[in-house]
């Protein structure tokens, strides 16, 4: 008779068990990082402390307010009628606007890749604070816009 091809088969034999080597805290096994099995250990990540949180946030604030004291002295300087220049028809109020809304969108990119590259280097104390401080501070900024916007048409 042969082989029957419809046939399971045969199970592979039992894997030999390997004597884990002995420990000696004096010599690393392999380089930090340098292991690359699925059963290495994940790299330890630092602990996310809240100063650093905090720290973030308030940078954030900080850009806000800075972009809004940006945009009110371009405001102010630059927000003129006069009949030459590129803002030959800008009032400060339109002006403000201008500046205000492109320092915020510089700083929307700036938060992100700050924010998002420092989680990614571990360092999330610093990277969500950031992001959380950019996000608070696109309604606070809103408001204050709107109010010196505002006061710049009524002058």
């Known amino acids: ?5 419809y046939r399971a088969p045969a199970p592979p034999a039992a ?3 390997v004597q884990p080597a002995a420990y000696d805290p004096a010599v690393p096994a392999v380089a930090a990082g340098s292991d690359s099995s699925p059963n290495a250990p994940a790299q330890a990540r630092r602990p996310v402390e809240a100063g650093s949180v905090w720290r973030g946030i308030f940078t ?5 307010a800075l972009t809004m004291v940006v945009g009110l002295v371009a405001g102010v300087v630059f927000g003129r009628e006069s009949d030459y220049g590129p803002l030959a ?4 109020a339109y002006v403000f606007v201008v500046v205000g809304v492109f320092a915020q969108f510089i700083l929307g990119i700036v ?4 924010g998002i590259g420092g989680i990614i280097r571990r360092d999330g104390g610093k990277g969500s604070g950031l992001l959380i401080g950019w996000v608070a501070g696109i309604p606070a900024s809103l408001i204050a816009g709107i109010v010196i916007t505002a006061s710049l048409a009524n002058m």
Not at 89 to 92: E, P
Not at 111 to 114: D, Q
Request: glycine share 10%; hydrophobic share 40%.
């Open 111 to 114: 938060a992100l890749v700050t």
């Open 15 to 17: 894997p030999v068990p």
């Open 60 to 64: 954030m604030l900080g850009a806000h």
């Open 89 to 92: 028809d800008g009032d400060q």
């Open 1 to 5: 008779m042969s082989d029957n091809p």
